[in-house]
């Protein structure tokens, strides 16, 4: 076995259908008194239902988080904590409302507890996004990460299933990554190929009825692990093509990953066999990408940047972005091969 070192800074998970009501606790837990409970502007509803839960301690709904954690956007959800007197935010919502959650910790300290509503997995990483001037620039810091994770599955009853599907592949998108990253080790590699097994077998069940609560809640014990692998293992290739795709051309974050993992892996797999064949078998098939493909199709989600509406003449340029910096890859980044990647993915053809 190899060396490595394994470090673990684990949040408190409450898990399970209900869970949400076992908010207050929470909050006497992290010793937060006035919580200000945040959200996108489409979910409000479910944020004044968990500030009633609240009670005197809510210090009120702000409901205006956004794909992208906009500066602006950040700079006045901290003046809004400021003002009501938060001595800690409950964010109810996917990766953009933990997003801004951890844009007001970052500059002010304040403790987070988590709702996640959607696969996303933010809510298990120190990673953070904030975008200034068109430009997103992303960080790595410990003070953003959530105290506690209520994972709810009634909270994602209401996530509509196309989301649910590209979703749940975001997240085994982290866990496919995390099984090849350069500091791997052999504990979130356990982590990483169950929550795709999980994801795997909940999704084709969620499809079907999406108001299985059973399924829910394997999707969402799936996404558990895979956030964790995400905030503990560097990302590579498949992350960075899609952070240039849903940053740089303004593409939809779930769908984008879905789209790209079978073509990453592709590009990857002779370089890291040993991560292929324990996705495969976390998948039940014989190859990495042709399981997820075929996952894909039966999912009925998007198979082609095509589809997404990225233009053809965006690819040379996003072939660029994805080529300039150096970064962490089992096989090395070699622009002409990206660009065949990226020529694929738009056609939605077979990963070579
Ligand atoms: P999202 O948070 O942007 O949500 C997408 C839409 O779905 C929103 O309109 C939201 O209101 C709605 N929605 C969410 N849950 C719902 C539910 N249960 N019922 C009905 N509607 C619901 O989507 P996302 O994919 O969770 O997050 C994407 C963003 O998160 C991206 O900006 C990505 O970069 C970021 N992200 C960050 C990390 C990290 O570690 N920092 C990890 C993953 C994603």
Redesign the pocket.
């Known amino acids: 076995m190899q060396a490595f070192v394994h470090e673990t800074r684990a949040a408190r998970v409450v898990f399970g259908p209900g869970s949400r009501h076992q908010l207050l606790q929470e909050l006497d837990i992290l010793g937060i008194e006035r919580a200000l409970v945040l959200t996108?502007p489409?979910?409000t509803g479910i944020g004044a239902q968990m500030a009633g839960m609240l009670g005197a301690r809510g210090a009120g709904v702000h409901g205006k988080a956004a794909?992208?954690v906009l500066r602006e956007v950040a700079r006045e959800a901290v003046d809004v904590a400021r003002q009501l007197g938060a001595d800690g935010c409950v964010a109810v919502?996917?990766?953009?409302?933990i997003?801004l959650a951890?844009a007001i910790a970052l500059e002010s300290g304040l403790p987070i507890v988590a709702l996640p509503?959607?696969y996303?997995?933010?809510e298990m990483?120190p990673?953070?996004?904030i975008t200034d001037g068109g430009l997103k620039k992303t960080g790595r810091d410990w003070r953003v990460m959530p105290r506690s994770v209520i994972y709810d599955p009634e909270?994602?009853l209401?996530?509509?299933v196309p989301?649910s599907m590209t979703?749940g592949m975001?997240a085994m998108a982290h866990a496919a990554e995390a099984l090849y990253g350069h500091d791997a080790n052999p504990i979130y590699s356990l982590m990483a190929e169950e929550g795709i097994r999980a994801l795997a077998h909940a999704l084709p069940r969620l499809r079907e009825a999406p108001a299985d609560l059973d399924a829910r809640g394997d999707a969402q014990y799936g996404a558990w692990l895979c956030g964790a692998v995400?905030?503990n293992v560097q990302m590579g290739l498949h992350h960075k093509l899609c952070h240039t795709l849903?940053g740089s051309f303004n593409l939809p974050?779930?769908e984008v990953h879905t789209v790209i993992l079978p073509y990453a892996l592709a590009y990857n797999a002779s370089a890291a066999p040993w991560a292929m064949a324990r996705i495969a078998r976390a998948l039940g098939s014989g190859s990495a990408a042709e399981g997820l493909r075929a996952l894909g199709k039966a999912l009925g989600v998007p198979g082609s940047l095509r589809e997404l509406g990225m233009p053809e003449q965006d690819l040379d340029r996003a072939a660029e972005l994805a080529a300039q910096t150096p970064y962490p890859n089992p096989r090395p980044i070699e622009r002409a091969a990206i660009r065949a990647l990226l020529q694929r993915a738009y056609e939605g053809a077979e990963p070579a």
């Open positions: 996108t489409e979910q794909m992208h919502g996917g990766g953009s409302t997003g951890k509503t959607t996303a997995g933010s990483t990673l953070y996004g909270l994602t209401t996530l509509p989301l979703s975001n995400l905030g849903g974050h779930a």
